[in-house]
């Protein structure tokens, strides 16, 4: 006999029927895939939470998602089929395929989230859904010109995006990434409607803008989440402010402020595969093969998304089995297979993907470029605070697992961490690029486990004497401190940088510079501006357009884009020589024409005045 529907449920199916529905025909009429995306992962994350707690249900639905994209992304190009088209189809097809398996599921066996978990919920979601709602407003109401979403490392980042799509994929031998999980999602986010767009790079920039956002909102719903999680449930106020304070952490300056000033494209991706990782590992005493399956999936998504940060989940992976070696020995029948597959994926991928790139690119780990100012002592006094309260939470509250999974946490970062700098010996500085870069990563995460086990002490009765009220006021000393080692970028000047990129763009306070970016880029032509506007504004502007017509990373053109003085005459015939083709110089200057004819005899160029008034 079929078990009736509560009307709860009821309509929960129908709202999922109704986003798919919308989300779908927004992507397929050219607009953004946002909303399909979110529909297939909360339908994915309602499907598995039949079998498993919801935040294992979300973290794998999350998981299985991007492992989807990465397989779908290295499949294209040996079929051939549309990237854009393709990308849309499957998502498409997987959510009616979860909707019809929610349609077809007892009305006894859906899960229903009770009040405790709804509480949670809200408190890791709130802050990021009103920072997400400011931003996103902005966009749509205000005047947006995307110039925050466009600094340094963002150039690149925009054409290896554009390479996976004109190639229908990764393409390795086309185009080497050894790290493509961003710019496959990128390429998946820009191409619906790109071809019907009025200005190409104006499209492609803010659908960048928009995924960046969506994962860092995602990245402090997950921190929410897991500081949320260290609080009783009975705790029901201090559990709010804990997912409060939580999600705060990604959303801050020291997080996304740095981010949008550098440019790091991938950081959330690969931000959120951590959290991903600690929620799977909390899960891993009551789920053991699920969880395991899933820190391994996770090591192999971080492996497209920051390679050396994949050294976290696989250690969590490898004590969670081998602590358990035999309940996975004795798996036998369809869970033993799916598990195996699970496993074996990842020395695929590794000898397949990994070891190739290492080969081609691995001297790259040496480079050096802009970096948050993040210093070693700062990296090793965060983890010896983390290690000491994991020490003492373990001996006074028992809990063992948590202080497994931080030794094992700290021993793996400092594992990759020493493997970044050895790839720098014979450099002049060790402390550079990546190994900076990892410590920062490695900070923010490690700031969101103290976060949980400080507010974990507050909730707990062992914790209230004077003794663990020393240890969290110690611990939030530290942790301050540790955060105001990076300042406020210039021009986020606000501890929760969205904000101010909300205020901006609703202003449009901020588009002159991109707005002539945008009309130059999509003519063909290879163009640089001199003494068209302010010297930032035309740096700004040569750093994009002497990089998008670039062939690959090792272009000769891209150095100029980050050293070229576009009021010195000499650099401006150095770099139209090395673009090796007609160049058009455009400028306001009517005595520039004069200067180059003098001085670039041995370069193509031809000058192209505009009426806008030249800076001053």
């Known amino acids: 006999m079929r078990v009736p529907r509560l009307p709860g449920q009821r309509i929960a199916v129908g709202v999922g029927a109704a986003l798919l529905t919308v989300g779908s025909a927004v992507a397929a009429a050219g607009g953004s895939p946002a ?30 998602l991007l492992g989807g994209h990465t397989i779908l992304s290295r499949t294209l190009p040996l079929v051939g089929w549309d990237y854009g088209v393709a990308g849309i189809a499957a998502l498409v097809l997987a959510g009616i395929g979860l909707l019809v398996l929610l349609i077809r599921t007892p009305a006894n066996a859906l899960a229903v989230p009770d009040r405790s978990q709804r509480l949670t919920a809200a408190a890791a979601l709130t802050l990021p859904l009103l920072s997400g709602a400011m931003v996103f407003g902005a966009f749509l109401l205000g005047q947006p010109g995307y110039a925050w979403a466009m600094n340094n490392d963002m150039v690149w980042n925009t054409v290896a995006g554009r390479f996976i799509l004109g ?108 959290f991903v990782a600690w929620l799977t590992w909390k899960e891993l005493p009551a789920r053991p093969v699920m969880a395991s399956a899933i820190l391994l999936l996770t090591t192999t998504l971080m492996l497209a998304a ?25 798996l036998r029948g369809r869970v033993a297979a799916l598990w ?72 793996t970062g400092g594992i990759a961490l020493a493997y970044l700098l050895v790839q720098r010996m014979g450099v002049a500085s060790l402390w550079g690029y990546y190994p900076v870069k990892l410590a920062w990563l490695l900070c923010i995460f490690v700031t969101v486990l103290l976060a949980a086990i400080i507010l974990e002490w507050l909730g707990h009765a062992q914790a209230r004497g004077l003794l663990g ?10 942790t301050v401190s540790s955060l105001r080692a990076v300042p406020l970028p210039a021009g986020l000047g606000s501890a929760l940088p969205l904000n101010k990129v909300a205020l901006s763009e609703a202003r449009g306070a901020d588009t002159v510079r991109s707005d002539r970016l945008f009309r130059i880029a ?66 306001a200057d009517p005595a520039l024409e004069d200067e180059l004819l003098t001085a670039c005899t041995d370069a193509e160029i031809t000058v192209r005045m505009t009426e806008e008034t030249p800076a001053v």
């Open 35 to 64: 909303l399909l995306v979110l529909t297939v992962l909360l339908l994915g994350s309602w499907a598995l939470a039949r079998s498993f707690s919801w935040a294992l249900s979300a973290a794998s639905a999350l998981v299985l």
């Open 167 to 274: 190639d229908g994929g990764i393409v390795g031998t086309a185009h080497a990434n050894p790290s493509p999980l961003m710019n496959a999602l990128v390429a998946s986010w820009i191409a619906p409607g790109r071809s019907a767009a009025p200005e190409m790079l104006r499209h492609d920039v803010a659908r960048q803008a928009e995924l960046w956002i969506l994962l860092t909102l995602l990245a402090a719903a997950l921190a929410g989440l897991i500081v949320a999680r260290a609080v009783p449930a009975r705790r029901r106020a201090l559990r709010f402010a804990a997912g409060l304070l939580g999600s705060a952490i990604p959303l801050s300056w020291y997080a996304t402020g740095s981010m949008i000033e550098f440019g790091f494209l991938n950081v959330m991706a690969a931000v959120s595969l951590l």
């Open 306 to 330: 920051w390679a050396p940060l994949a050294a976290l989940p696989i250690g969590l992976a490898a004590v969670g089995v081998l602590t358990r070696w035999r309940l996975f020995i004795a």
């Open 340 to 411: 195996w597959c699970a496993a074996l994926q990842l020395p695929a991928y590794v000898l397949i993907v990994t070891l190739p790139d290492l080969a081609k690119d691995g001297a790259a780990l040496s480079a050096d470029g802009a970096t948050p100012l993040i210093t070693a002592n700062s990296v090793a006094t965060a983890a010896m605070v983390l290690f000491t309260l994991a020490v003492v939470t373990a001996v006074g509250m028992g809990r063992r697992h948590e202080f497994a999974g931080v030794v094992v946490v700290l021993l």
């Open 469 to 478: 009220a020393a240890i969290v006021l110690a611990c939030l000393v530290v």
């Open 522 to 587: 999509d003519d063909g032509s290879k163009t640089i501006v001199a003494r068209l506007g302010a010297p930032g504004e035309d740096a700004f502007v040569n750093g994009w357009l002497l990089q998008l017509q670039a062939d690959s990373s090792a272009d000769p053109i891209r150095d100029h884009s980050y050293t070229l003085d576009a009021d010195d005459v000499g650099q401006l015939c150095a770099a139209a020589r090395d673009w090796n083709g007609p160049v058009v110089i455009e400028t």
